[in-house]
């Protein structure tokens, strides 16, 4: 039994561009060529299109065909193959203006509502748009049936530990809901590298003494902060999602630290999170990979499965 907790579902990864947003080019053409091998494509074959072509029609392109093999119905398939029983569904809201809208809920409250039980809704914030973005993340969890919230502080040019997150705090606080974080480099060029590092979340798991907080990706490269963190406070969990599992499982990639307390220490505080849609890599591929890290069998139970059951509290046997 698998439960993922950093996800999305096809059609929001795969989804249509008009433009392409500066900033996002270095991203797209990072992940382009991992997403063309879910459909088989070479890898030299979309290095050359994005040569000759505008990348937005490759990417729609892209997008087109992977829409087709990853329907809905073809998705939900591929989970319940590889026994994931709880998927997320990241609704993150992104930006910096404070004159812009919070990001709709919807679409995603309708596939909570359709596939019951399947998905876990992490419902966005945008801290420049405070009030009205909490509006909508009250209404998502106390209404639309989200579980959770999820932020990247990097695409907010903010530190975890800034104020403006404070109102989403103190509403995760008192309502029990796990705030996951994203907690590792970002590939925006005006943006710092080091926005995310793991040390702002220590400010918020002092301020409030019930918040729950999942550090995204690691916190890699700076796993051994992050390993610190951990051991002070144990409502800091921890996924590994956006990186391979063969490359977190070798030697000098900077991961050994937290591999060898993840076998220890840590074993009730590691969630599994893979972000295989981002990196286009098949579910059962990833998950297989996970055996190089030569975790023992109990605390794999806990890492796939029953510490996120305890964490969101599923009741799950």
């Not at 914030?125 to 959770?148: C, D, M, R």
């Not at 798991?205 to 690691?218: E, Q, S, V």
């Not at 999170?273 to 990196?279: A, E, F, I, Y």
Request: charged fraction near 25%.
């Amino acid at each position: 039994m698998i439960i993922d907790v950093s996800n999305t579902v096809p059609i929001f990864q795969f989804e249509k561009v008009v433009t392409i947003d500066k900033k996002n080019t270095e991203y797209l053409q990072l992940f382009a060529p991992r997403w063309a091998q879910l459909l088989g494509w070479p890898k030299q074959k979309l290095v050359e299109k994005i040569k000759e072509e505008p990348l937005e029609d490759v990417i729609n392109e892209l997008f087109t065909q992977l829409e087709k093999s990853y329907s809905m119905e073809n998705f939900i398939g591929m989970l319940q193959k590889s026994n994931v029983v709880k998927h997320a569904i990241h609704n993150l809201d992104y930006g910096r203006s404070k004159y812009s809208n919070p990001v709709s809920h919807e679409e995603t409250a309708c596939l909570l509502k359709e596939y019951k039980g399947q998905f876990i809704g992490f419902a966005g914030y945008n801290p420049h748009i405070g009030t009205e973005s909490l509006k909508v993340v009250k209404k998502a969890v106390l209404e639309q049936g989200f579980e959770a919230v999820a932020i990247a502080p990097y695409d907010h040019g903010l530190h975890a530990n800034d104020k403006k997150y404070y109102p989403l705090y103190s509403f995760c606080d008192e309502h029990n809901i796990p705030v996951w974080i994203h907690a590792s480099i970002n590939y925006f060029k005006e943006t710092s590298v080091f926005v995310d590092h793991p040390k702002y979340l220590e400010e918020p798991l002092m301020d409030f003494d019930n918040l729950k907080i999942i550090a995204g990706h690691g916190g890699w490269p700076w796993t051994t902060d992050l390993v610190a963190l951990c051991l002070k406070y144990n409502r800091l969990f921890v996924d590994t999602s956006a990186f391979r599992p063969k490359y977190i499982g070798m030697e000098n990639t900077g991961w050994e630290m937290f591999l060898q307390y993840a076998n220890t220490l840590l074993q009730d505080q590691i969630v599994f999170g893979s972000d295989w849609l981002t990196l286009g890599m098949p579910i059962a591929e990833f998950i297989a990979e996970i055996d190089s890290w030569g975790l023992r069998d109990e605390v794999k139970e806990k890492f796939f499965w029953k510490n996120a059951n305890n964490l969101f509290d599923f009741k799950l046997t």
